[in-house]
């Protein structure tokens, strides 16, 4: 019987280490393959943030980082470098995973994933799980149960 698998859906620009370690704790104690998907975010949101983030290294005269960041020549070296994080961080727990990055942020390529491999259960980070509409989507279209994870609160304590 082949090794079934948690799939963890996050997106590649959100801070990884709390779902990622998450999903890897999901991983070992139930003993299953963990399949990470990092969608990237679409639409006029990532070309507001890539402009507004071109436009601060043009102002700082680092016009070579402003190009890169418009050319999104820069996303295939930060893919690499993210998937290897990842790798190295399943590698040292004993977890075998595979990461998928780059996937177009929808429903669809989740759903895809679910149709053909062997996942048991859809881990969802706390930003996938904020954007509603994708959430709605997968809870009532999944064949497989869909865990979401809130983002933890952080206390304030002057000194």
Do not use: W
């Not at 990622?20 to 990237?40: Q, W």
């Amino acid at each position: 019987m082949p090794q079934q698998e948690i799939l963890y859906v996050g997106y590649r620009d959100e801070d990884l280490d709390d779902g990622i370690s998450y999903a890897m704790y999901l991983s070992n104690m139930l003993g299953e393959r963990l399949r990470v998907i990092l969608l990237s975010r679409g639409g006029f949101g990532r070309k507001l943030s890539d402009l507004m983030s071109a436009v601060t290294f043009a102002e700082a005269n680092e016009h070579e980082t402003a190009k890169r960041i418009l050319s999104h020549e820069t996303d295939s070296n930060e893919a690499a470098a993210i998937q290897n994080y990842v790798m190295q961080k399943c590698e040292g727990e004993g977890i075998e995973a595979t990461v998928h990055i780059g996937l177009e942020a929808t429903v669809t390529v989740i759903m895809n994933f679910l149709r053909q491999k062997k996942v048991d259960l859809v881990l969802l980070s706390p930003e996938v799980t904020e954007s509603r509409s994708m959430l709605k989507k997968l809870v009532k279209s999944s064949p497989r149960p869909v865990i979401t994870m809130a983002r933890g609160t952080r206390t304030f304590i002057p000194s």
